[in-house]
């Protein structure tokens, strides 16, 4: 079954304007983190944040993790339109296989 | 950087045919993963390997197979094509179990008629 769970399933947002896409998960986690496809690609790795940690920045990207609350999210800020893409959260169960688990993904337009 | 390649980008099979995807990965890591991608069902774990000549069972195993005979090389079989196979195949790396991180390749988009 899914463990992470992304909304909205759509985004069209402006350049320039912030994005945030928020992912939501069933099971305690060792770590969380957000990929990137552009159209008909492979993912891309964008960050990792782990369960002890609340932020994590890099470059134009901001992630939150609330474990008590079993969510996270991504903000990316002065969006351009190379931005324009699906965003997919992936979980590493505690415990668990090491295989991560992916939800079915927010799809980002930024509009030039 | 690390590379990932996958031997096509579109592919168009025959319902009962074989099918072999490859994949392969020039970083020397140790594991490696096929996924299948279907709108509205997102990525979902077909097979992996930790190490050579090894294999897990992903969530939806039916129906492939799988072969890790060299460490850089991961093949993705379909004994018998079947419609419901028609996918986007995506195959990735990792560097080792204690690492999280994994490299995609660009996939392969499988049309079966």
């Known amino acids: 079954s899914q463990q992470g769970e992304e909304d909205p399933q759509a985004l069209s947002i402006q350049e320039g304007e912030n994005a945030t896409m928020n992912c939501s998960y069933k099971t305690s986690i060792n770590n969380l983190q957000w990929y990137r496809q552009n159209s008909g690609r492979g993912l891309v790795h964008l960050i990792l944040i782990r369960s002890n940690e609340r932020e994590k920045h890099s470059g134009r990207l901001r992630v939150t993790l609330d474990t008590s609350k079993k969510s996270s999210s991504l903000l990316i800020t002065a969006s351009r339109a190379a931005d324009t893409a699906s965003y997919f959260c992936?979980?590493?169960?505690?415990?668990?296989?090491?295989?991560?688990?992916f939800g079915k993904g927010t799809k980002l337009t930024v509009n030039p | 950087d690390v590379k990932v390649t996958q031997s096509s980008r579109y592919l168009v099979k025959r319902t009962g045919e074989k099918v072999f995807l490859e994949c392969v990965q020039d970083m020397d890591h140790e594991n490696m993963f096929w996924y299948r991608q279907d709108p509205g069902l997102g990525l979902r774990l077909i097979y992996f390997?930790?190490?050579?000549?090894?294999?897990e069972k992903g969530d939806i195993p039916e129906g492939y197979s799988v072969s890790r005979e060299k460490k850089e090389r991961f093949s993705l079989i379909l004994e018998s094509a079947s419609t419901n196979q028609t996918s986007m195949y995506l195959c990735a790396s990792r560097r080792s179990k204690s690492t999280y991180e994994q490299y995609f390749g660009p996939g392969t988009r499988l049309t079966v008629t």
């Open positions: 390997s930790y190490d050579v000549k090894m294999k």
């Open positions: 992936a979980t590493k169960q505690q415990g668990g296989s090491e295989k991560l688990v």
